[in-house]
């Protein structure tokens, strides 16, 4: 065993293997579930951000629509409680993967997104939701001189889109954040930055509730079908029939088989640190607090939280047939690299600072890392998902435009590419774990050791997936 793997374990030693952020609040009572049979003009699917901001808008357009939406378990017990909640503007996984999958739509879609994040403030500020947003911007950072060009091609994208960007050398990004590793960076300034999703997702299940929408947890889907011109949805104790339903599950839809033929549940691990002391923030620097993510092949992605904690994030995998809650991730062993990574990242912390909490989660991943739609029952049900970074903000535009193509409602967003066309095909198992494996291996030792991984990784990027080299 190395020496940074003992210290690592040792770190791990006395964690909780559950979300910080809802860990971090008072236990709350659920809604009660539903147990009478009912009728809504629309019902949501999901009582997370995409479901719950689907919720409320579809309440802010037309408040006297009877909205119902249902929850499987808790609210935000889903991904929604599990991000790192960085804030970004972009609607569609970041301009990169933009200009990659929309090239001729990529100026609309930024423009749209800097609106979508005006209109995410905005409503934050009307319903008077206290989630800790701090607007520090968002910051990808080069892991030594081999992402100096990826910083460089990242920063021309943002000057030519529009964005209040930044590019520093090792010198300017040493002097935001104190990581021997970061030679360089690219930080976008406005509209960005982080907050507590847990105290989001509470703020939008209260805001739901006061404009009138039903809430019921632990509610699950069942199944449903279509009757004359409704649509009806059966849970465990009772049926509700809908004019409309928007289906805002995202991972948790993969067990459908037209779902999961698109959408992929691959897993993201999650560490949090204790709270920094002064002395131990005065060695990180980080005055800005910026969201940061880096040009690693198996990336990580940091922040601080409102108390000073360093959450750090990374290291993708994936379990047989979609499996969304793995036995192996409440225990260490799949977080040793993770906080191996840490350390390399901030060997200034490594003999003073341990870990309080770690979990993992479902990214609902397609080739296009954005949302798409699909439609059921001649168009009176629709799938909103496929959110698998940035989802926090890009939910809220992902869910406006699902209720627009669940009313009929033509909006120009509705003629663009995403919203008319479908991700690429993922083969089912055993070949989609079997790909999976081998793709998570090539991508967590191809910056060290190359070799077939190279040539392994450009083969899956042929084939639509959003990997970058």
Request: aromatic share 10%; charged share 25%; proline share 4%.
């Amino acid at each position: 065993m190395s020496d940074i793997e003992a210290v690592a374990l040792q770190a791990l030693s006395k964690i909780t293997f559950d979300t910080y952020w809802l860990d971090s609040l008072e236990s709350e009572e659920s809604q009660a579930a539903l147990e009478l049979d009912i009728e809504c003009d629309l019902l949501v699917v999901g009582g997370g951000f995409c479901g719950l901001w689907g919720a409320i808008q579809a309440k802010e357009q037309h408040p006297q629509r009877n909205v119902v939406l249902i929850e499987a378990r808790s609210i935000a017990n889903g991904a929604s409680g599990r991000p790192a909640a960085i804030m970004s503007t972009s609607v569609m996984h970041g301009i990169d993967n933009t200009e990659r999958m929309f090239p001729q739509e990529v100026s609309e879609l930024e423009k749209l997104g800097r609106e979508n994040m005006d209109g995410f403030r905005a409503a934050v500020e009307r319903y008077g939701i206290d989630c800790d947003i701090e607007w520090g911007g968002e910051m990808k950072v080069s892991i030594g001189d081999q992402g100096l060009e990826t910083i460089e091609e990242d920063y021309q994208l943002y000057c030519k889109y529009g964005h209040d960007a930044e590019k520093l050398d090792q010198e300017q990004v040493q002097a935001e954040i104190r990581s021997p590793i970061f030679h360089a960076a690219v930080w976008s300034k406005k509209r960005s930055g982080t907050m507590h999703p847990g105290k989001l997702v509470r703020g939008l299940k209260k805001a739901a509730l006061e404009l009138g929408v039903r809430i019921y947890e632990n509610t699950p889907h069942v199944s449903n079908r279509l009757l004359g011109d409704k649509v009806v949805v059966n849970t465990p104790n009772a049926s509700i029939e809908a004019d409309r339903v928007l289906l805002a599950t995202n991972a948790w839809a993969v067990g459908h088989r037209k779902i999961s033929n698109r959408v992929a549940a691959i897993r993201d691990r999650i560490l949090v640190t204790e709270p920094l002391t002064p002395e131990q923030m005065e060695k990180v620097g980080w005055a800005h607090r910026q969201g940061i993510y880096d040009t690693r092949t198996q990336l990580n992605y940091m922040r601080l939280t409102a108390d000073n904690r360093i959450l750090f994030g990374g290291r993708l995998d994936y379990f047989f047939g979609n499996d969304t809650d793995p036995v192996i991730d409440k225990t260490a062993a799949p977080y040793v690299r993770l906080a191996k990574s840490f350390y390399r990242t901030f060997p200034q912390l490594r003999d003073e600072i341990r870990f309080s909490h770690a979990w993992s989660g479902p990214i609902g991943l397609t080739t296009r890392m954005a949302v798409h739609y699909q439609k059921y029952h001649g168009g009176k049900m629709v799938f909103a998902g496929g959110y698998s970074g940035f989802g926090v903000t890009a939910s809220r535009f992902g869910a406006r435009v699902g209720l627009a193509i669940l009313d009929g409602v033509d909006l120009p967003e509705t003629q663009m590419t995403f919203a008319q066309t479908l991700p690429n095909y993922i083969p089912p198992e055993p070949f989609r774990w079997i790909g999976a494996k081998i793709t998570m291996y090539a991508l967590d030792t191809l910056d060290e050791k190359g070799g077939w991984r190279i040539l392994w990784v450009k083969m899956v990027q042929k084939m639509g997936f959003p990997i970058t080299l």
